[in-house]
């Protein structure tokens, strides 16, 4: 029965997927990978189940509301990225100076970007993979935040300063995120 004033949120656990709490770490795993995140604050009470996590704040304001819908959607990030993973792309575009771009390690190395002698790097957070298709370029990964990171990381580093952007358009640009184009 629920108490007058108390706040509840239900995140389902689907088949395949385990969840598992240490303190305030909670690890995530499923058939595409394991996310691991740390929720912390003493306001938020979260209980896991084998088949739900129910998370609850009592007498909540403004604020421990805030907090509990961002908790939720946090692990139902990390549900949705061991099922199915996220998937950015991003598209390579050139006008002046072809550019060569190659995923090397940790970084993706972006080689003649107008006209440059020195090469540009963008990290590539955690155990995201970078696949480059001659002019697109895939971000996929199990978690959300990793993936969304590089895929910023790649278009900051084609970042043109001191000319004039109408002239040159050149970059990597973000064209789409798991399946929605951007409009």
């Known amino acids: 029965m629920p108490i007058a004033g108390k706040l509840e949120e239900i995140v389902a656990i689907p088949d395949g997927v385990n969840v598992t709490r240490d303190g305030t770490d909670f690890k995530v795993s499923g058939p595409n ?5 740390t929720l912390e604050d003493s306001r938020i009470d979260i209980d896991v189940g084998s088949d739900e996590i129910h998370l609850s704040t009592r007498l909540p304001s403004k604020r421990e509301k805030a907090l509990l819908g961002t908790y939720t959607s946090h692990l ?3 549900i949705e990225g061991v099922q199915d993973g996220f998937t950015y792309k991003l598209k390579i575009v050139y006008s002046h100076f072809p550019m060569k771009v190659r995923a090397d390690g940790q970084h993706v190395v972006i080689e003649n970007f107008v006209g440059e002698e020195k090469p540009r790097k963008a990290r590539i957070a955690g155990d995201t993979k970078v696949n480059i298709k001659s002019d697109l370029v895939t971000v996929e990964g199990p978690n ?3 993936v969304g990171q590089t895929a910023a990381n790649i278009e900051r580093a084609t970042k043109i300063k ?11 640009y973000l064209i789409e995120k798991s399946g929605n184009p951007i409009r």
């Open 33 to 37: 990978g394991v996310v691991m995140k």
């Open 76 to 78: 139902r990030n990390m």
């Open 144 to 146: 959300k935040e990793h």
């Open 162 to 172: 001191g000319r004039d952007p109408r002239v040159f358009q050149d970059g990597i």
